[in-house]
């Protein structure tokens, strides 16, 4: 099993979920969500370990938007582990504004941040899987959405 050693970096990578509040302003705000938590866990139970947690989840975005920053974003920044939450908006788009990601180019997308990752680091992936609560009553239909892109 891989576990995160010495002085390695990790990135959390995705949407509203990941941002949660970070500030952009400040390359090494976590936000207040999942990121702080672990971040703030890890950090209790092995602190001798020294490893580095980065935030870069922009809120509204997707799959086309992680690959239009992740030179930048992911790349650049030479992680040791990289996690990947996004997807609720690639299907949430559908119902707000009328403008869907296609299962096709979900996961060609997604496909391809893999791919770019792989071939540019020797990075541990996470990947997380995108769901969705049944409430209100009108995110019960997202799953026709959701469903084939995470299959």
């Not at 947690?53 to 990289?82: K, T």
């Not at 391809?112 to 680091?121: G, P």
């Not at 009553?137 to 959701?146: A, H, K, Y």
Request: charged share 30%; net charge negative; hydrophobic share 35%.
């Amino acid at each position: 099993m891989n576990r995160l050693q010495q002085g390695d970096v990790v990135l959390f990578q995705g949407d509203s979920i990941t941002d949660c509040g970070r500030d952009r302003n400040f390359s090494g705000s976590l936000g207040n969500g999942y990121p702080l938590l672990i971040d703030s866990m890890f950090g209790m139970k092995f602190p001798e370990l020294n490893v580095t947690f980065l935030n870069r989840g922009i809120s509204g975005n997707r799959v086309v938007d992680l690959n239009g920053r992740w030179q930048e974003d992911c790349l650049d920044l030479r992680p040791d582990w990289v996690s990947i939450y996004i997807g609720i908006n690639d299907t949430w788009r559908r119902y707000d504004s009328g403008d869907p990601t296609s299962t096709e180019d979900f996961k060609s997308g997604y496909r391809k941040l893999i791919e770019r990752t792989k071939e540019a680091l020797d990075a541990k992936l996470v990947l997380v899987e995108p769901f969705v609560l049944p409430h209100p009553e009108d995110r019960r239909v997202w799953r026709e959405d959701l469903d084939p892109k995470i299959t």
